[in-house]
């Protein structure tokens, strides 16, 4: 069982955007730490009775990211929350550190918080969006390392 001290906040710079993206790349990570290292079987297998697996979880954090943030379309949003038969954890991790590049340009290209984001809202609204999603999924997927081995801590 392994147990590490959390960590506190991120530091982040001082302005607007450089605190959301700070904070969001900051749940970001704790999401790949909770899911790297765990054997594959492990990882696909539900921790809870709704099917909840660590992988699904964060190969739906990789189509929230796509829509949100790069335009892509999402038809079956209940789908995501899957693995496919030939996805692997490595496969699903690079697509979601992949994504996270891509959506980390995007945000670094904007110089207006206020302006309509690639889908609805603000920019800012988009931002603060994600945080809570990535946030709710971090603590789901807290919940479902430590079933899995007691592994705790950011």
């Known amino acids: 069982m392994s147990r590490k001290r959390d960590a506190g906040p991120p530091s982040t710079g001082a302005g607007e955007k450089d605190v959301l993206a700070g904070f969001l790349n900051y749940l970001r990570a704790?999401?790949?730490a909770k899911a790297e290292g765990v054997p594959e079987d492990r990882a696909r297998?539900?921790?809870?009775?709704?099917g909840t697996n660590l992988l699904?979880?964060?190969?739906?954090l990789t189509h929230v990211e796509r829509h949100w943030l790069l335009g892509h379309r999402v038809t079956d949003w209940k789908a995501?929350?899957?693995?496919?038969?030939?996805?692997?954890?490595?496969s699903i991790l690079a697509a979601y550190r992949e994504t996270v590049a891509e959506a980390n340009d995007e945000i670094a290209s904007w110089d207006d918080l206020a302006a309509t984001g690639p889908r609805r809202g603000s920019r800012r609204w988009t931002l603060t969006h994600l945080i809570e999603e990535t946030a709710r999924h971090a603590g789901h997927a807290d919940i479902l390392r430590e079933l899995?081995?007691?592994a705790t801590g950011r």
């Open 56 to 60: 699904g979880l964060v190969n739906h």
């Open 80 to 90: 995501t929350f899957h693995p496919g038969p030939d996805d692997t954890a490595a």
């Open 148 to 150: 899995i081995d007691g």
């Open 45 to 50: 297998t539900p921790g809870v009775p709704s």
């Open 30 to 32: 704790a999401v790949m």
